[in-house]
């Protein structure tokens, strides 16, 4: 069963940088789609970041060039290293995971397993 849980986050001025991690664990290592979604009060959840098991990335076109997704797959670790950040980056972020991924399609389309979730805030 695959599990994540997320950590770190915070708050931080505008300009600043935070990371977020996430533990991925029951994932299958030889074809996944690992990604981040973030969803603002008020607002629908939107996908951040996202990355497949032959290395690809792919970013929402606002945190392009400002965020990095990547995994550490011997540690199982998932990161979002966020800098630039702007107040309109203010969200709860989820670790987030495709288990149909295996059938195709574009990594990132859809997530059928969040973790809980974790705070991020930037203050203007």
């Known amino acids: 069963q695959v599990q994540l849980v997320e950590s770190g986050g915070g708050s931080v001025n505008t300009g600043g940088s935070l990371n977020v991690s996430c533990k991925a664990t029951g994932y299958n290592a030889n074809t996944y789609c690992l990604g981040w979604t973030r969803q603002a009060p008020g607002k629908e959840r939107e996908g951040v970041a996202a990355?497949?098991?032959?290395?690809?990335?792919y970013y929402k076109h606002s945190v392009q060039g400002r965020f990095t997704i990547s995994l550490d797959n011997a540690k199982n670790v998932l990161y979002l290293q966020m800098d630039s950040l702007k107040p309109e980056d203010t969200a709860m972020y989820h670790c987030?995971?495709?288990?149909?991924?295996?059938?195709?399609?574009?990594?990132?389309?859809?997530?059928?397993?969040w973790g809980q979730g974790i705070q991020v805030t930037v203050s203007a």
């Open positions: 987030a995971a495709d288990l149909t991924y295996y059938r195709g399609g574009l990594c990132g389309d859809i997530y059928n397993r």
């Open positions: 990355i497949d098991s032959l290395g690809r990335t």
